[in-house]
């Protein structure tokens, strides 16, 4: 029995040791499970505000790309605007550079644009109304130059003009027929010469100025410059003395008779009536002294005094110079009360004191001598070619083209 008991002790032992791990068990299962509920809480707590982090996140990564997107967009936009007015200006130079190297006239071969025709226009301009010519006043364009034909200063000048480059491109066709090209020397001298017109228009500043407000450029300006150099090495090279163009004897003699015939040649005293620096007339008192002065140098002159010794002492024409005092000049060339006066003098003759609106003068009228007939031979030369390029000129077809009819005087 005791065996049994024993054996039923050992036996029921597992029994209760099962039961008690059972139990045990049973209990770690359920801190298990109580532990394993606190993590599943937190971390569905922690996962809430991941998920919270995450959206406000999301809200501001949204926001901040919207503004950068809004900005880009801005950014784009002002790009875009700034590549248009870009291109829009890039267009604008390139219309006027394209408008202003449209020809305008043409001249047998010889293409003329508007940015020559405009570097003429100036020179015309200078030549009737010195270096500020740009914009003249409506009232002086719109003056009569002449009353017969009804021709305005504006039409004038545009006529001028046009046939300046006529005879440029009569030039260049002359220059290529003689085989006249411009020299490494020629060059330079132009390029000197540029310079010295630079300066006179006070430097290169006011140069560009000058070619923006007259709407030219300086290529056209050298261009122009160009042609007036080949026009002077036609006439030393094929038009002075002994060139194959120069005068024959018949037409030499001719000059001569005209030059005989038709000069004159004088000396005079001048007492000024108008002030240097002013340009205005002098006051009555002055006037009247220099009167009394002039009837006392005409009294010295008549009694036999040395002429060129008077004009030395009291000519204001001639003050610092040395003789000869000589004046050359055919009718129309002095003023109309000098040349009435001369027309009544024999050679060797003393005029009375001669008043102008200018100067009182005393003339004394003298033999022509031979000494100006070479300047009149190269002034006959020089005829000859200006005629060589109007005959030229009739025979060379001239085009004006649309661009000619849009070209403005001002």
């Known amino acids: 029995m005791a065996n049994t008991k024993k054996e039923n002790e050992v036996i029921n032992k597992p029994k209760t040791s099962k039961n008690t791990t059972s139990s045990n068990t049973k209990k ?39 503004i950068s997107s809004k900005i880009k967009s801005h950014k784009i936009t002002s790009i875009c605007i700034a590549i248009i007015i870009v291109l829009m200006t890039i267009s ?37 109304f010195g270096k500020d010519n740009t914009n003249l006043p ?22 001028r003009t046009v046939k ?76 002075t003395e002994g060139k194959s163009n120069d005068l024959s004897k018949e037409e030499k003699d001719e000059a001569k008779d005209e030059y005989y015939n038709n000069y004159k040649m004088i000396r005079q005293v001048v007492l000024s009536l108008v002030d240097a620096s002013t340009k205005k007339g002098l006051d009555s008192t002055t006037i009247n002294q220099k009167q009394t002065l002039a009837e006392t140098i005409l009294k010295e002159a008549k009694s036999g005094a040395n002429f060129d010794d008077l004009i030395k002492k009291y000519s204001e024409a001639a003050i610092g110079e040395d003789p000869p005092y000589y004046v050359y000049y ?20 003393i005029s009375d004191v001669v008043k102008s609106d200018y100067a009182l003068h005393i003339i004394i009228r003298d033999e022509l001598d ?28 001239i085009i004006y083209h649309d661009t000619y009819t849009s070209i403005k005087i001002k």
């Open 28 to 66: 770690v299962s359920a801190k298990k499970t109580v532990k394993k509920t606190t993590t599943s809480t937190a971390v569905k707590k922690d996962t809430r505000k991941e998920y919270n982090k995450n959206r406000i996140n999301m809200g501001v990564d949204r926001m901040f790309n919207s």
């Open 164 to 239: 300046e480059i006529k005879t440029a491109g009569v030039i260049k066709k002359l220059a290529s027929e003689y085989k006249i090209k411009l020299s490494k020397k020629d060059e330079e001298e132009l390029l000197n010469e540029k310079q010295e017109f630079i300066q006179e228009l006070g430097g290169k500043k006011a140069f560009k100025k000058m070619l923006k407000d007259n709407s030219t450029t300086e290529a056209a300006y050298d261009k122009m410059s160009r042609t007036d150099k080949l026009y002077k090495l036609i006439y030393n090279e094929m038009y």
């Open 370 to 397: 031979d000494k100006k007939l070479p300047m009149v031979y190269d002034q006959k030369r020089e005829e000859k070619l200006l005629e060589k390029i109007s005959n030229t000129l009739k025979d060379v077809p």
């Open 330 to 349: 055919k009718d129309g060339e002095m003023l109309d009360e000098v040349e009435k006066a001369v027309n009544k003098l024999n050679v060797g003759d």
């Open 138 to 159: 409506e009232a002086t364009l719109n003056t009569l130059v002449d009353e017969e034909s009804n021709i305005t200063m504006r039409e004038y000048l545009k006529e």
């Open 92 to 128: 604008l130079i390139f219309a006027s550079i394209a408008f202003s190297n449209k020809t305008v006239i043409t001249v047998d071969k010889y293409n003329f644009n508007k940015s020559d025709f405009m570097i003429y226009l100036y020179s015309v301009k200078y030549n009737y």
